[in-house]
């Protein structure tokens, strides 16, 4: 499946990363809330180790590297475009965290903190998992790594608010009298 992720083409995976978040913040609209707060940790804890799996435990010790420069790859990928595939790639990988953390925490939250928590929180794993492949030399350790993995959250984190959006709106039209019949 990661295979044919990555082989899209770029313009139907950015259009991916919109439709998604609205077509879950609807799906959580429909489901009560005890099925809707099951089906996201189990999203979650298979987002966990995914993420896990891909970044750390499938690979193989060899060199260490660390490219501390932000924005580092957006310049190399003026040279090589394959690099913004990585980049979107690394976006992507977090979506799913972002989609089912925003959803799990407290209702009884704002919105924009349970948004902030979960971009925090996926900048935290990422930057974890971007140590972890420096210390036991499993990768390169790269800054955009971190930035576009919370970017992924935050492009998760999104159904929340869509989700809230919708909810008003719906409330809002059934509050407008019907005045066709009058």
């Known amino acids: 499946m990661l295979q044919r992720i990555y082989g899209m083409n770029l313009g139907i995976l950015c259009l991916?990363?919109?439709?998604?978040?609205?077509?879950?913040?609807?799906?959580?609209?429909?489901?009560?809330?005890?099925?809707?707060?099951?089906?996201?940790?189990?999203?979650?804890?298979?987002?966990?180790?995914?993420i896990g799996r891909i970044t750390v435990w499938s690979r193989t010790p060899g060199e260490y590297a660390v490219v501390l420069r932000p924005l580092a790859a957006l310049q190399a990928a003026r040279q090589e475009p394959e690099l913004y595939r990585e980049m979107l790639m690394n976006v992507v990988l977090f979506l799913p965290l972002g989609l089912a953390l925003s959803q799990v925490l407290p209702q009884k939250w704002p919105c924009w903190e349970r948004v902030l928590l979960t971009i925090f929180v996926g900048g935290a794993l990422s930057a974890a998992v971007e140590y972890t492949q420096y210390r036991f030399a499993l990768?390169?350790?790269?800054?955009?790594?971190?930035?576009?993995?919370?970017?992924?959250a935050l492009d998760g984190a999104l159904s929340l608010s869509i989700g809230q959006w919708m909810k008003r709106c719906g409330r809002s039209r059934q509050s407008v009298p019907n005045t066709e019949n009058q």
């Open 16 to 50: 991916l990363l919109l439709v998604v978040p609205i077509v879950w913040a609807k799906g959580c609209l429909w489901l009560r809330r005890n099925v809707q707060i099951r089906l996201n940790l189990l999203l979650l804890a298979a987002a966990v180790l995914a």
């Open 139 to 152: 990768g390169m350790a790269e800054t955009d790594d971190v930035f576009c993995n919370a970017l992924g």
